[in-house]
């Protein structure tokens, strides 16, 4: 959590609410400052090969690797998720690096056309320039190098202003590549603040732009770039549905459900938001569901036992309270949890309790609104095409995730499901080959893959003859 005040944020641990350590906003001059540097920085990074900056990248993700538990300790502080989430995260994200560095010239090579007589044609993979990238806080690692990766095997720049909520590690980030002799002198470049240094960022003179965050602040940063045609790259919010048939597995379902609307306390743009299961194993879902909840550890992620963490701040901590308040009001039954945490070690920070929600219909705010917060929402359906309806209410797109043992009931549900991706009998899965696609409001355009390095050039046609060149054209003048 943060706190700004006479233009330096102060960064607090949601656990304890214990003050981390402070950093200056940047400036409107540095930021100008920042984005010249990258422009000078990616007129050598650009003319690298790739073998060339793919070990630059793999010199990175190693000094990265020696420095794991530090970088997974400060966010485990800072934000909250627990060092057995922070730890993976960080080899995770080391991964992903080591991925494009050894997979980018083979995912951006020429594309050969050969189907026209005497012509030779390829379209050519060119980067933007300077990227603009503003990126969340739930995975204050992971997210960026996302997008880092690509865009710097790509042969672009980067201007990255992380999010308030984790500029500690952006800072210790910084720290470490600083001392990246091997790479061009502000070709990263950070800035530092909340919403106000992010405008001010899109108003300089950057190519492209890769944001993840909410969907108003999406199509905010859209609006800002329009008029000058700015390459924008949008993963936005989600309201991702589970459908649980009959046949499924009910310890197994019931887990993947709760885990996947709890890990990193329910803040992933593709938490399990909203759990349709059919009704004639409803009731045996919902009292395992409620087991698996309460045996979640939560507490203080720094101690290696927790399972759970508190929500990143008080403005958080408050929209999930509303609600699930508001959902009582409109009817709904808690089955278990339900709110804050009042005694204890937990009441001193931003702790919401594992809960179980049912008695719920579509329209409600916390089946429609995304929460990123610790809830499995369970609602129940009879039919499959009714579980399709429900799924796909929805005005987000990102994932869905269907359990099942039928084969094909799974693969007619996977195609009728309107979102960029669905799981089966296995949610919130990603890995560096597989692209993270977004429908509807949340987003536009591709992270990891090829699609996902894609997104970081532009692409150039060049169509060339060499054969015939002392004959005019038949379609040339004169016309007969």
Known sequence: MFIKENNIIHSYNPANKELLGSIPVTTDDEIENIVKKCKDAFKIWSKLSYEERGNCLKKLATILENNSNDLAILMTKEMGRPLTESLPEVSKSIKFIRSFADKAEQMLSDFIINEIPEKDIKIVCEPYGVVALIKPWNMPLQTPIWSMAPALMA?????????????LVAKELEKIISQCDFLPKGLIGFIYGDKEQGIALLNNDINMVSFTGSMKAGKEIAKQVADRFIKTSLELGGKDPMIVLDDANIDFAAMAAVWGSTTNCGQFCSSIERVYVQDTIFDKFVDKAKEFCEKIKVGNGIDKTTEMGPVVNENQF??????IEDAIQNGAKIITGGGAYTEGELANGWFIQPTVIVNLTNDMKIVQEETFGPIVRILKFHSIDEAIELANDSEY???????????????YIASKLDTGMVWINEPLL?????PWIARKNSGIGYELGELGIKEFVKLKIINSQFSSNDILRKWWYPYK
């Open 155 to 167: 042969g672009n720049a980067i201007a990255f202003k992380p999010s308030e909520n984790s500029l």
């Open 430 to 434: 990603s890995n560096e080959y597989c």
């Open 318 to 323: 408050k929209k999930v309270i509303e609600q």
């Open 397 to 411: 797109g990102l994932g869905s995730s269907v359990i099942t043992q039928n084969e094909e009931i799974a693969k």
